[in-house]
């Protein structure tokens, strides 16, 4: 995938497409950086779009679901859109219309693909849990069989996506710069909270996760 270049034509960024990205580094950073995506599909004519959990593996998004889920069986017969974005920074300017956003975000289109291969649908299931939680999978009950067949794993390939990121500061009016008003950029960041143990944990420890 070029960095110049978007890899089909609805993937090329039209609006402020200096902010584009088509590199796979920045995608997958993108993609590895946030834990919910949005899937746009079509069943019967009507347009639904669903949050998920994703994770993913080398050139591949995945996700996961109960294999009765309308929006798994549909994903698996037609075109997807999934997005993705990440709040930065809220961009305080000097006028309304200034104000602006930090932030990375990632389009993907496609088609998904189950998997269907059952020790390679538990290596997936189980990178989604240690990407979250490392370290975690070895300490749980292991999955069974019936679990594992009520569960379809779907994977998207990062073939035909585009980024795009704000990172930057206010950009104002050269005319604006000496009004009497605070300027500038305030950071977002995903910070966890204070750990709620179920009553009847047997264990105290609290596991690590990736965001700690």
């Avoid at 019967?44 to 929006?71: F, N, Q």
Wanted: aromatic share 8%; glycine share 6%.
């Amino acid at each position: 995938m070029s960095q110049a270049t978007a890899p089909s034509a609805r993937t090329r960024i039209r609006r402020l497409p200096d902010r584009g990205r088509y590199d796979f580094a920045t995608v997958a950073a993108i993609v590895d950086a946030t834990m919910l995506c949005t899937v746009a599909f079509q069943i019967d004519g009507a347009v639904h779009a669903i949050p998920t959990l994703h994770w993913r593996e080398g050139e591949h998004l995945y996700i996961h679901g109960a294999k009765a889920s309308r929006m798994l069986k549909a994903l698996a017969h037609g075109e997807a859109c999934v997005t993705i974005a990440q709040a930065d920074g809220l961009v305080l300017a000097r006028s309304a219309m200034h104000h602006s956003m930090n932030y990375r975000s990632v389009v993907i289109y496609g088609r998904f693909e189950a998997v269907t291969d059952p020790d390679y649908k538990l290596r997936s299931l189980e990178a989604f849990i240690e990407g979250l939680y490392p370290g975690r999978w070895q300490t749980l009950r292991p999955i069974n069989d019936k679990e594992l067949n009520a569960t379809t794993v779907l994977r998207i390939p990062l073939t035909e996506a585009s980024a795009k990121v704000r990172a930057a500061g206010v950009k104002d009016d050269e005319e604006d710069l000496s009004w009497p008003v605070w300027a500038g950029v305030i950071p977002l960041h995903t910070v966890p909270g204070e750990p709620q143990a179920e009553h009847d944990s047997v264990l105290s420890d609290v596991p690590p996760t990736r965001f700690v």
